[in-house]
């Protein structure tokens, strides 16, 4: 069965980076795109970029540009979301989601990875 | 950007009671419509998609229309474990944007 499985919750400072990983299995990792959602407490979910797991094409946000980066690993069917410059209004769950193929829907959600940003 | 502007923002039923929730989008986006269901403290589950297309084992008493900029989704007799928040999201071009969200409350 198809799974995303993301890393555990993170505690960062203002000002540092966090990457969080998000590692698929149950399907062919290169035949999806893979996106990368955030939620903050009580907000709706914003799209914040995706990745084209077999080309390594990306799309960012532009209310994230500059500070977000995604990757992936083919070998280890893993993709990545890299924040910097971190921001108390960067404390959300941050969630991968699987794009479908034909109809762009996102089929497949991982299970959130927490990251609070406090000094 | 496209813009979705869902309503009502919350609704109270009670058991077996028919909701039926809207979205706008701010230009014409065909059927690149999805709606999805998140319950406290867990990821969005996808149910409807391409506006009208049931997800493979959701309940058939969720549905979905509309085209353009006018959609609609309905639970046409809803049950104890519908209680959540819904979302709809166009996905005709980024970046993807979700509606406000409409919490669904026991009355």
């Keep these: 069965q198809v799974q995303l499985v993301q890393s555990g919750a993170e505690v960062r400072k203002p000002g540092a980076s966090v990457k969080i990983s998000c590692k698929a299995s149950g399907y062919t990792f290169n035949d999806y795109i893979i996106h990368w959602v955030r939620q903050a407490p009580g907000e709706r979910p914003v799209w914040m970029g995706w990745i084209d797991a077999a080309k390594g094409n990306t799309k960012y946000s532009q209310n994230f540009q500059g500070r977000v980066t995604i990757s992936r690993d083919r070998s280890a069917t893993t993709a990545y979301m890299e924040l910097n410059s971190l921001k108390s209004a960067d404390t959300a769950v941050y969630y991968c989601a699987r794009e479908g193929t034909v109809t762009r829907e996102f089929d497949y959600w991982g299970q959130g990875t927490l990251l609070t940003v406090s000094s | 950007d496209i813009q979705m502007t869902q309503s009502p923002s919350s609704v109270s039923a009670s058991v077996g009671d028919s909701v039926t929730l809207t979205c706008r989008a701010s230009q014409a986006i065909s059927s690149w419509v999805a709606w999805y269901q998140q319950k406290p403290g867990k990821a969005p589950k996808l149910l409807i998609y391409a506006a009208s297309i ?43 944007i979700f509606g406000q969200g409409t919490r669904l409350d026991i009355k």
């Design chain 2, 54 to 96: 049931l997800q493979t084992g959701v309940p058939s008493r969720f549905s979905g229309t509309g085209s353009g900029t006018d959609f609609t989704f309905t639970i046409s007799s809803v049950q104890p474990e519908d209680f959540a928040t819904y979302y709809c999201q166009q996905v005709h071009s980024v970046p993807n």
